[in-house]
């Protein structure tokens, strides 16, 4: 996935939402970036989210906005590596169990 199919999707966002007052739909998404699936979309929006450059509301349809256009690389690294200690953590105390004190 490339940088610059990011920022198209990015792009789109925007410009849909400025247009209609709301953004566009996955299915919309995937027509203007000639993405071949919905799939595509919800993937590189996933994407997008964790890196912090799209917020949206689970569960809620059209609900995505774009928070930065650009990521900082190294506080993406750093969220990630968090992210992975804390599953990892969370992981070994299901395989140990509770504690008795």
Do not use: W
Not at 33 to 60: F, M
Not at 90 to 98: D, N, Q, S
């Amino acid at each position: 996935m490339h940088e610059t199919e990011l920022q198209r999707i990015l792009a789109f966002i925007e410009r849909y939402s400025g247009v209609h007052g709301f953004p566009p739909s996955y299915q919309e998404i995937a027509e203007e970036c000639g993405l071949g699936s919905v799939g595509h979309v919800q993937y590189r929006i996933n994407r997008l989210v964790r890196e912090g450059r799209v917020a949206r509301s689970p569960g809620r349809a059209r609900s995505l906005v774009v928070v930065a256009r650009k990521v900082d690389e190294s506080a993406t690294r750093d969220r990630e590596h968090k992210g992975i200690k804390g599953r990892a953590a969370a992981f070994l105390k299901a395989l140990t169990g509770p504690r008795e004190g």
